[in-house]
């Protein structure tokens, strides 16, 4: 078709055509003519995807020899690869901050956060990404995971994405920036919530990293008059669903995804800082069960390295008669009740994954698995109250992914 015949078309049947174009073609319209320009920049802007997070397939780690998923913050990331997602990130920062009226158009962001450096390792700033979210006034979608390994140098906003009904988190962040992006949402507008194993970088206080490989059990963790968290200790988030508590009151999709402590020995686990965890999310599923139409929970295994058989425990002395994996015995003493204890007036789907799975090869002579009766009597009971309600349960002992946990400078000693 010429171009002559498409200007004739109706500007229904145009933009028709033109959603089906590649972005790449969406570039090269606009600049062809005013009508096109206006046609074609709310299709261009409308889904921004700079990210490697989703990527197929496993990527070798950065640290121990075996593979790990895309979304893992000790992934490897070519030079190669790294350079065109920094250099794709910068040009949509550029413009938006050029053209700030282009922010208006996002309704989805899809974005991989990485440390980035200068030719001299000096870490770049990120006062400029900041300014150019904010302009994203009329974002619904954001899916941001931080494969960052540092600290950003600058303070992000208060509320990034204010707009935003579907969220999704994943990765290491600092508790600023996890509070700017997940308290920062109206959370009475909040339809979708997912949090894929949530890393803390950790702070002495916000701006202030904690001193290196310190004993973190001499080290409380702290929070400011206002409840703001101030001492953090890295590894798995606490505390991000606690201000959210009552006040997702439209929030229909959940998932809570992350890694759990397979090794009652295990020195990167502080049991009562894992307890909290726990009992935080289950206050938060009893918290939306009037609205909550799909439901997933999963707990998972960390990358096993075979190399090294001894990685993160101390071995001396134990048996074989553990009682089993701290995570299960946290999912039955907290989760399992909030599950059963009341109806569910609109859920269709519940998704458990990772509830009396295995332990990692390396622990597996010290912890043995979640008792198999106990098991089943755990699913019988949680099955029996979702068929009560004509709810789809999907029940699934193993997950069908590891999931990354922060090992450096993480120790309980």
Same mark, same amino acid.
């Given at each position: 078709? %010429?171009?002559?015949?498409?200007?004739?078309?109706?500007?229904?049947?145009?933009?028709?055509?033109?959603?089906?174009?590649?972005?790449?073609?969406?570039?090269?319209?606009?600049?062809?003519?005013?009508?096109?320009?206006?046609?074609?920049?709310?299709?261009?802007?409308? $889904?921004? +995807?700079? %990210?490697?997070?989703?990527?197929?397939?496993?990527?070798?780690?950065?640290?121990?020899?075996?593979?790990?998923?895309?979304?893992?913050? &000790?992934?490897?990331?070519?030079?190669?690869?790294?350079?065109?997602?920094?250099?794709?990130?910068?040009?949509?920062?550029?413009?938006?901050?050029?053209?700030?009226?282009?922010?208006?158009?996002?309704? &989805?962001?899809?974005?991989?956060?990485?440390?980035?450096?200068?030719?001299?390792?000096?870490?770049?700033?990120?006062?400029?990404? *900041?300014?150019?979210?904010?302009?994203?006034?009329?974002?619904?979608?954001?899916?941001?995971?931080?494969?960052?390994?540092?600290?950003?140098?600058?303070?992000?906003?208060?509320?990034?994405?204010?707009?935003?009904?579907?969220?999704?988190?994943?990765?290491?962040?600092?508790?600023?920036? =996890?509070?700017?992006?997940?308290?920062?949402?109206?959370?009475?507008? /909040?339809?979708?919530?997912?949090?894929?194993?949530?890393? $803390?970088?950790?702070?002495?206080?916000?701006?202030? @990293?904690?001193?290196?490989? %310190? +004993?973190?059990?001499?080290?409380?963790?702290?929070?400011?008059? +206002?409840?703001?968290?101030?001492?953090?200790?890295?590894?798995?988030?606490?505390?991000? =669903?606690?201000?959210?508590?009552?006040?997702?009151?439209? =929030?229909?999709?959940?998932?809570?995804?992350?890694?759990?402590?397979?090794?009652?020995?295990?020195?990167? *686990?502080?049991?009562?800082? +894992?307890?909290?965890?726990?009992?935080?999310?289950?206050?938060?599923?009893?918290?939306?069960?009037?609205?909550?139409?799909?439901?997933?929970?999963?707990?998972?295994?960390?990358?096993? $390295?075979?190399?090294?058989?001894?990685?993160? %425990?101390?071995?001396?002395?134990?048996?074989?008669?553990?009682?089993?994996?701290?995570? $299960?015995?946290?999912?039955?003493?907290?989760?399992?009740?909030?599950?059963?204890?009341?109806?569910?007036?609109?859920?269709?789907?519940?998704?458990?994954?990772?509830?009396?799975?295995?332990?990692?090869?390396?622990?597996?002579?010290?912890?043995?698995?979640? @008792?198999?009766? /106990?098991?089943?009597?755990?699913?019988?009971?949680?099955?029996?109250?979702?068929?009560?309600?004509?709810?789809?349960?999907?029940?699934?002992?193993?997950?069908?992914?590891?999931?990354?946990?922060?090992?450096?400078?993480?120790?309980? @000693?």
């Amino acid at each position: 078709m %010429s171009f002559a015949l498409f200007a004739n078309l109706p500007l229904e049947l145009q933009a028709l055509v033109i959603s089906h174009c590649k972005p790449s073609d969406h570039a090269h319209m606009v600049r062809t003519s005013r009508a096109m320009l206006k046609l074609s920049l709310p299709i261009l802007y409308r $889904d921004i +995807d700079i %990210s490697i997070h989703n990527q197929p397939g496993k990527r070798p780690s950065v640290y121990i020899p075996i593979a790990v998923e895309a979304d893992d913050p &000790s992934r490897s990331v070519p030079l190669e690869l790294d350079a065109k997602l920094h250099s794709r990130q910068q040009t949509l920062i550029r413009t938006l901050l050029r053209k700030p009226q282009y922010g208006a158009l996002v309704r &989805s962001l899809t974005w991989t956060r990485r440390t980035c450096f200068n030719a001299a390792y000096e870490q770049l700033p990120e006062q400029r990404t *900041w300014t150019a979210f904010l302009t994203m006034c009329n974002v619904q979608t954001v899916d941001f995971v931080s494969l960052a390994t540092e600290r950003e140098l600058d303070s992000p906003p208060l509320r990034m994405f204010p707009t935003a009904q579907m969220v999704r988190l994943g990765g290491v962040f600092s508790s600023a920036l =996890l509070r700017s992006i997940c308290h920062g949402v109206d959370p009475a507008k /909040l339809r979708t919530l997912a949090l894929d194993n949530l890393h $803390d970088l950790g702070q002495a206080r916000d701006g202030h @990293d904690l001193p290196r490989a %310190s +004993d973190l059990s001499t080290r409380t963790e702290t929070d400011c008059a +206002d409840g703001t968290p101030m001492l953090r200790h890295p590894g798995p988030t606490r505390g991000c =669903l606690r201000p959210l508590i009552g006040r997702c009151t439209a =929030l229909q999709h959940l998932s809570l995804r992350s890694v759990g402590q397979d090794d009652v020995h295990d020195a990167l *686990w502080s049991p009562a800082k +894992d307890e909290a965890r726990y009992a935080e999310a289950a206050e938060f599923i009893a918290s939306v069960r009037p609205t909550l139409r799909t439901l997933v929970f999963e707990q998972g295994l960390q990358a096993d $390295d075979d190399s090294d058989p001894g990685c993160g %425990s101390s071995r001396a002395g134990l048996s074989t008669r553990e009682a089993g994996r701290p995570m $299960d015995v946290r999912f039955v003493k907290y989760i399992v009740p909030v599950l059963v204890e009341a109806s569910w007036p609109h859920l269709r789907e519940m998704v458990i994954r990772g509830v009396g799975g295995s332990v990692r090869r390396s622990v597996e002579r010290g912890n043995r698995e979640m @008792d198999r009766t /106990l098991a089943e009597e755990m699913y019988g009971i949680v099955h029996g109250a979702m068929s009560e309600q004509n709810i789809r349960l999907s029940w699934e002992r193993e997950t069908s992914k590891t999931f990354y946990m922060r090992v450096h400078d993480l120790r309980y @000693d």
